[in-house]
DNA sequence: GTGGTCTAGACCACG
DNA sequence: GTGGTCTAGACCACA
């Protein structure tokens, strides 16, 4: 699986880091179960800072994406996230906000659900 | 129109009132043309310092939401911004993360849809 | 003459209004010795302050384009303002700016060069 | 590069110095990708508050003159921005003022091509 | 009274 | 140490 980062963007490293994981997590790159690249290396292979990898880790471990396996080091959980109450609440404050402004913009319903649409598909197991 | 901060969300002040005021104009609770409070009046009556307010309409100045007449003051702007291939492209950034993200912790497509759908219903004008 | 204020632009309505009595003078629209609409007539004809068309005047006979005759009221001078070397040096630094911000963009010479001989063409009388 | 703040100008200071980093950049003084000094360390060299100097660098990121790599600071942009429609409408307002400003007076248009001329001669790579 | 500018000091996120 | 955020208070230009 291929990280990108932009150093130049508003997001930060570490937050660029964390979604493409779950990205990779959703298109099927990054297997339930699949061992990740050691801190130090993927730091090195990107050319970031060891703090920002292990920051992008830590966070999703937290969330529940990643565990730790003694022997292996770092790996995809095998129980993804659950939808609680935390999350639908901010993923609905994000969608509000997202669309209203699509909305002002002039874009139209079918326009953006065909987006929702196409990235879904992307993620669906063949 | 009622604006309300969390002052414990991560979220910074200005891009929460940013949004909301996106928000209300997309509802309609914030008519184009219609005059915005001055930064002074809405700081004091959100309970913050001028300058975070004066950040937000600046950003929203520079995004063509607002705009400054020099007789009456801070107003929604009567041409909302365009869809642009920088704001495509950040959009489908921030769709694909979300999607992703849903799509791992087991949201199936309608629900996600369905969401969306009402949402954009909510600012249709009747 | 035709005056058009934009109200929501970054340059003060005084200073628009003060460009574009200049311009008309260049343009011949306005002849040297020909009267000017009294400040109260062209503040309503525009829609703006007293005020601020009275600053316009006062700027435009400090500077010399104006004079205020006791019988007709404000005129165009029969004699402009020099080139002291107050006005080169101003003007020399704002032409090396927008130099700069052109060539950074990409702008070359002939195109600059004919932008402002178009201009010089425009107001030489015929 | 060596900057000069006039505390005396009506320009104001974040804008003089907006104005001296394009200026910079043009003459090859700041080259591309080159790290601009901290916003601290800048503020403490001109004398000026740390938030001056940002205004300047914020105004010049959104401009495109610069970026911001996220593990390095503040640089001069690759990429320098481009000639877009608002950008040369703006300009062609300057010059016809700065023109008709100048025509009033009794400059000759040949004066005025030269000054223009010598100052694109001073940005062009040797 | 409005927004714009400038200063100052503090805290935090980031790398 | 870097930039980002927030607060606070002051002065000025503008209308």
Do not use: A, M, Q, W
């Given at each position: 699986m291929i990280i990108k980062i932009d150093f130049?963007?508003?997001?930060?490293?570490y937050e660029q880091l964390r979604r493409q994981i779950i990205e990779g997590i959703a298109k099927g790159e990054l297997k339930k179960g699949e061992e990740l690249p050691s801190v130090r290396q993927l730091a090195e292979d990107i050319g970031i800072n060891?703090?920002?990898?292990?920051?992008?880790?830590?966070i999703?471990?937290?969330e529940g994406y990643l565990v730790v396996d003694r022997r292996k080091g770092t790996m995809v959980s095998d129980i993804m996230p659950k939808i609680d109450e935390n999350?639908?609440?901010n993923l609905k404050e994000e969608i509000k906000y997202i669309i209203a402004d699509a909305?002002?913009?002039?874009m139209n319903k079918e326009?953006?659900?065909?987006?929702c649409e196409k990235y879904f598909h992307s993620f669906v197991k063949k």
């Open positions: 130049e963007s508003e997001t930060p490293i060891l703090h920002t990898v292990n920051k992008s880790y830590n999703l471990k937290e999350y639908i609440n909305y002002c913009r002039g326009e953006f659900l065909d987006l």
